[in-house]
């Protein structure tokens, strides 16, 4: 199976909202790169096959009503839909961003399958994965943005068990759990499967002598 232009709008909707994951190419007939995009995504079609990810291709300037929903300021621009939600992207030509974005897709459609869940069962799952959970870039040991630093030094002075998971590798959680609680910057605090925030809720907590009792729930 190759990359598949699209040649309807009702097209282009039917297949970003199957149940396979889609990565949608919005290319112009007039930009070189497009081209370059399109034959690794022909690759990838073939080294990834066609069970779990999908590939198609759109002329961005055919479909302006398209293109402006998505903020399409320049081609090419690569979007990877879950049905119907776009979970990720990659701007202008970045082969080895497109190439692992898309295994990484293609790695938690397997997962999801094998396993039976939905995106919806696995979050729920993670989140109640310990009494204490944390979605942060990196982990406990190395976080890898200052918000995350923040916030596991804080928790750490209470001395409670905690589990952490690093939404850095899993896009698919990254983008799920913003919709999913409605809170859409990280870190993340859940305690017994309730969202209690972000830093500046922890810090907020923190300053009214309340962080303990509440992440002990």
């Known amino acids: 199976m190759s990359v598949l232009n699209v040649s309807?709008?009702?097209?282009?909707e039917?297949?970003?909202n199957s149940e396979k994951t889609t990565v949608v190419l919005f290319a112009a007939d007039w930009a070189e790169q497009c081209a370059q995009v399109k034959d690794v995504l022909e690759e990838l079609t073939k080294v990834?096959?066609?069970?779990k990810l999908q590939f198609i291709s759109l002329n961005a300037e055919q479909y302006p009503e398209i293109s402006m929903k998505h903020q399409i300021d320049a081609?090419?621009?690569?979007?990877?839909?879950?049905?119907?939600?776009?979970?990720d992207r990659v701007d202008g030509v970045d082969i080895a961003a497109i190439t692992s974005k898309s295994k990484k897709l293609a790695e938690s459609a397997s997962s999801a399958?094998?396993?039976?869940?939905?995106?919806?069962?696995?979050?729920?799952?993670?989140?109640?994965?310990?009494?204490l959970m944390i979605f942060m870039k990196g982990d406990r040991q190395a976080p890898r943005c200052g918000f995350s630093k923040q916030l596991i030094a804080i928790v750490n002075e209470t001395n409670l068990p905690y589990e952490t998971f690093d939404i850095l590798g899993d896009e698919e959680v990254r983008q799920g759990l913003k919709t999913y609680s409605d809170w859409p910057t990280y870190p993340q605090v859940y305690v017994k499967g309730e969202l209690i925030g972000g830093l500046d809720i922890i810090k907020e907590l923190v300053a009214g002598n309340e962080l303990e009792a509440t992440l002990k729930g």
């Open 113 to 131: 399958a094998a396993t039976g869940q939905s995106l919806d069962e696995r979050l729920k799952a993670l989140i109640n994965k310990s009494p």
């Open 75 to 87: 081609v090419p621009t690569v979007i990877f839909f879950t049905k119907g939600s776009a979970v």
């Open 48 to 51: 990834l096959g066609s069970e």
């Open 14 to 16: 039917k297949y970003i």
């Open 8 to 12: 309807s709008a009702e097209e282009y």
